[in-house]
């Protein structure tokens, strides 16, 4: 067990909703601290960084051009073992999957509008946290 801080992006499919004040107000309900908060528009460079990892898969140049189809909220978590506390709370990557209760459950049914980003290992936190928050965190 270990404190944590992790990134999670509401994505433009939640900011356009307007369901990213309900998302945020999970978190918070659960304990996690905010450390940091920004609603900015994530360039092509960015999101090709961003999602790095998938750069072979097919579906790539969907993923590209969905994460920057409009705003997002980047949120920095920070509580205990939050990386994985917040995936529990995301739910599965795909909608259909994603058990009630969860924020994909609750909110969304298509994979490629899935609502929220969150960081899978302390390794992509790190780097995902610095990629949003350049400046560090409050
Ligand atoms: P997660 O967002 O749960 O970490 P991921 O990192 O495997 O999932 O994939 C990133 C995003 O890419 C995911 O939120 C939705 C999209 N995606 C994943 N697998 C996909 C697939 N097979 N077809 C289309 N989009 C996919
Ligand atoms: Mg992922």
Do not use: C, D, N, W
């Given at each position: 067990m270990a404190n944590e801080r992790t990134l999670v992006l509401v994505k433009p499919d939640g900011v356009r909703r307007g369901i990213s004040g309900e998302i945020v107000a999970r978190f918070e309900q659960r304990g996690f601290k905010l450390r940091?908060?920004?609603?900015?528009?994530?360039?092509?460079?960015?999101?090709?960084?961003?999602?790095g990892e998938h750069k072979e898969r097919p579906f790539f140049g969907e993923l590209v051009d969905f994460i920057?189809?409009?705003?997002?909220?980047?949120?920095?978590?920070?509580?205990?073992?939050?990386?994985?506390?917040?995936?529990?709370?995301?739910g599965a990557t795909n909608p259909v999957n994603a058990v009630p209760g969860t924020i994909r459950g609750d909110y969304a049914l298509l994979m490629g509008e899935n609502i929220v980003h969150g960081s899978d290992s302390?390794?992509?936190?790190?780097?995902?946290?610095?990629?949003?928050?350049?400046d560090g965190l409050v």
């Open positions: 940091g908060a920004r609603l900015l528009k994530i360039s092509r460079a960015t999101a090709q960084k961003h999602y920057t189809s409009g705003p997002v909220l980047a949120l920095a978590l920070e509580g205990e073992s939050a990386i994985a506390a917040v995936r529990t709370m995301m302390k390794e992509s936190a790190k780097r995902e946290l610095a990629l949003f928050f350049p």
